[in-house]
């Protein structure tokens, strides 16, 4: 072997030799560094079977994980990645995570309130694939949602991108929830078989058959709309008549806030109905076929 060749096979095998050490110290000080901060917080507890640093795309890839949340909510993952998360606050101001292999339990915990109507469609869980992506501004109190979604290859792919503002996360009390200001608001909803269940269950609680039960719920919603025009409400009018579209062929349901300006969440709790809310928000609805999302 020439002296060329043996330099560069030296060479090689350095190379690799730095490369995977380098990794294994990366992967060492994050696990270290990631331990250290769920210790800090209380209530938080999260357990994973694996940990590798992506040096590359500069993320954090946790296998098999189990985690409970301070607030009590608890969730499980195949996989999760974190591509960037916020150490220097208590209440991180950003965080760009994704899940595979998530699991939801429909408890009270996490779901509050709609954990027993989850759970009489016999939906023990929500299961699938994740995102949470948001950044916060404290100079100007903007709350920017990116992306809060949810895949669930049965129910149907839920998600909620968005603005809000007038938020301090530093000392954040829930009392201040009420002080919050909608920007925007865009919802997206794909059905699967989540539709087919809600169908089923009204038709079991009113006691007629499906196709009885939605005439019902058709001129039912027919009213309201036209309550709304003669108010001159064009929001409300257009979210009736949109979820009636959407009622009798479940494909995609798209819901926008648009409001001209902020509206704080106190608005809702001052006397408002539910006609004044739509029309304050500037509400629009779009329905369209399952695959349009």
């Known amino acids: 072997m020439s002296g060329l060749m043996k330099f560069l096979a030296s060479f090689v095998i350095f190379a690799t030799i730095c490369f995977f050490g380098l990794k294994w110290y990366v992967n060492s000080e994050v696990d270290k560094e990631l331990t250290r901060t769920v210790a800090e917080t209380p209530g938080l507890a999260l357990s994973y079977a694996d940990l590798s640093v992506d040096i590359t795309n500069h993320a954090v890839i946790l296998e098999g994980v189990d985690a409970l949340f301070p607030s009590g909510q608890h969730l499980q993952a195949d996989s999760v990645r974190i591509s960037a998360f916020d150490r220097d606050n208590p ?15 429909a408890t009270p915990q996490n779901f509050g309130q709609w954990s027993g109507y989850i759970k009489s469609l016999g939906i023990e869980a929500l299961s ?3 995102a949470l992506d948001y950044t916060f501004d404290p100079e100007t109190g903007i709350l920017e949602l990116k992306e809060l979604s949810m895949d669930d ?21 829930p009392e201040q929830s009420f002080a919050l200001g909608i920007r925007t608001a865009v919802l997206r909803f794909r059905n699967r078989e989540f539709m087919e269940l809600v169908g089923s269950d009204w038709s079991r609680k009113t006691g007629m058959s499906e196709a009885v039960t939605m005439n019902h719920i058709n001129a039912e919603l027919d009213g309201l709309a036209a309550y709304a025009e003669t108010r001159g ?9 949109g979820l009636k579209r959407f009622l009798n062929d479940p494909g995609t ?16 709790f001052m006397g408002r109905d539910l006609f004044e809310n739509l029309d304050l928000l500037n509400i629009h609805v779009e329905t369209g076929p399952a695959d349009g999302i």
Do not use: C
């Open 128 to 130: 699938g694939a994740g």
């Open 153 to 173: 290859p049965k129910l149907g792919t839920l998600s909620l991108i968005g603005a809000l503002d007038n938020i301090n996360l530093a000392g954040f009390r």
């Open 253 to 268: 349901l798209t819901l926008s806030a648009n409001p001209a300006e902020s509206v704080p969440v106190l608005y809702f």
């Open 91 to 105: 209440i991180p101001h950003y965080a760009t995570i994704s899940a595979k292999g998530l699991t939801i339990p």
């Open 233 to 241: 409400n064009e929001p409300a009018r257009e979210l009736m008549l």
